[in-house]
């Protein structure tokens, strides 16, 4: 099988979030079973084309122009051009695009396209721009929710990874169909438990630092937490970019320090943006990993931590929480509550034996559910489905 995924995020070069974890690790799954891949990401200098691990790179150079709207419509005609020159040359048997950034839309539209097309929800900007407070900028995202909406009532099959997100999106889209629901793949061979177990006094979040991803909510029980007596030795590490989504529209992390008592800001930490073993790392020198996302589709960074068997807290507005079971694989916390998230963390950093317990379950849940084996092929039924379907 021939197989595209087109999507501006893909590692290293644009290494921006949850997308291009998911582009890198099945595209190359997807190689190393022999299929023919191809990748069309974003380029940040220059076009180039090159190969990696099997996986056949196509990076597209946009220069900025002031005009932001024309910026989105170029890049995703140049995305067109390259995926005609694909099709013409016979080199795709399938086009692979997530709902954010609607990159496929010019090709969608074309006239007798020969390449059937999936759209694989992460969570689009309908979805992301009411739990931020904030869309993209004012000129294009009227146009960018019209084009997301477009693409997934005219894709030839729709993917989501959880329920969470297909329900919110159906509340929105009434006219999507045919959608099938397949968990994302993860690769463990970066995130593993080191030695000693997780004994330590570092509560840990990882993410984008935005309002969506709960920091508010976490700052607020960070305060809780060191009010209390005898915590004050607790250290709280934020890793991942800054970002101003929030409803002040400022830096998240300068609106975090507001929220905590100055006092505290000794406790907490900012590493930014950290390559996998350097996360790797942090992860396992933690004792807590805290994932409060007002709303999440299927967070990669939790699935990171618990492959690590670092216990995790969840909002209970994840999709995570549709493969645990509270209290055995992870602890889940009322979304929003401060309150609850504050004494759940307390509960865990208090009792060492259960929370090294729920660690553990977590990582043995997940090998079970998202195997790579039966999730590559049931991805790979999907597209020769969808090639027969499409050929007819």
Known sequence: MKICYVHEEYP??????????????????????????????RALDKNKQYEENGV?????????????????IEYREKVKKVLDILEDNNCIDIIETPDWGAETIYYLRKENRKIP??????????????????????SINSTMLSWEHECMVKADKVISCSKLLLDQMKKQNEEIKDVEMVPNIIDTSDFY???P????????????????????????????????EQMNQLEFWFIGKDTKR???????????????DPAFHKNIKFFGQLQHELLNEKMNQACIGVVPSIFDNLP????????????????NNTGIKELIKDGEDAILFENGNEIDLAEKILYLYNNPIEAEK???????????????EKIIKKMIDIYNEVIDEYSK
Do not use: D
């Not at 921006?16 to 069309?40: R, S």
């Not at 990669?300 to 909002?315: D, H, R």
């Not at 729920?358 to 790579?372: A, F, M, P």
């Open 300 to 315: 990669y960074v939790a699935l990171e931590e618990m492959t690590t068997e670092l216990p995790v807290i969840l909002s």
């Open 56 to 72: 056949k790179v196509i990076r597209i150079y946009q220069e900025e122009k002031e005009n932001e709207k024309i910026n989105y």
């Open 246 to 260: 929030n409803n002040k529209e400022i830096s998240t992390i300068e609106y975090i320090k507001e929220i905590i």
């Open 117 to 138: 097309i999936v759209v694989k929800l992460h969570t689009p900007l309908c979805v992301w721009q009411v739990y931020n407070k904030k869309g993209l900028h004012s």
């Open 193 to 195: 438990l080191k030695t």
């Open 12 to 41: 290293e070069e644009t290494n921006f979030g949850g997308i291009a974890t998911y582009q890198k690790q099945i595209a190359e799954q997807m190689a190393k079973l022999g299929h023919t891949v191809y990748v069309i990401a």
């Open 358 to 372: 729920i660690g553990k379950n977590g990582n043995s849940k997940l090998k079970n559910i998202l195997s790579q």
């Open 197 to 228: 177990y997780h004994k330590s006094n570092v509560v840990l979040f990882c993410g984008s630092i935005e309002e969506r991803k709960g920091v508010v909510t976490f700052a607020k029980a960070i305060n809780i937490i060191l009010n209390k």
